[in-house]
Nanobody, 122 residues
Framework: QVQLVESGGGLVEAGGSLRLSCVAS????????MAWFRQAPGKEREFVSA???????TYADSVKGRFTISRDKAKNTMYLQMNSLKPEDTAVYFC????????????????WGQGTQVTVSS
């Protein structure tokens, strides 16, 4: 059974940093693109960042220059380093794996984690 488990969320002041992790089990994703999405209360889930199997990262404009995506294939784990956090980054952050189509489209992703809450206070 495939599972994606996020961790690392929490409460942080504006300007602070957090590092999210997404541990995959049940199969390897070494040759798959993986991604982070987020969903704020009352809003739709939105794309944050994706990383290809070769390690190339892409980012939403809203997080570019502040967030860095990475992965450790040996640990079947993906990370999201979030710096210079803003109150508008507050959301539940989800990891996703195996997509068919554009990275930014939610329904294109096959596997999802349960999410981890990130709250940024002003």
């Amino acid at each position: 059974q495939v599972q994606l488990v996020e961790s690392g969320g929490g409460l942080v002041e504006a300007g602070g940093s957090l590092r999210l992790s997404c541990v995959a089990s049940g199969r390897t994703f070494s040759y798959d693109t993986m991604a982070w999405f987020r969903q704020a209360p009352g809003k739709e889930r939105e794309f944050v960042s994706a990383i290809s199997w070769t390690g190339v990262g892409t980012y939403a404009d809203s997080v570019k220059g502040r967030f860095t995506i990475s992965r450790d294939k040996a640990k079947n784990t993906m990370y999201l380093q979030m710096n210079s956090l803003k109150p508008e980054d507050t959301a539940v952050y989800f990891c996703a794996a195996v997509r068919s189509g554009l990275d930014t489209v939610v329904i294109n992703w096959r596997y999802w984690g349960q999410g981890t809450q990130v709250t940024v206070s002003s």
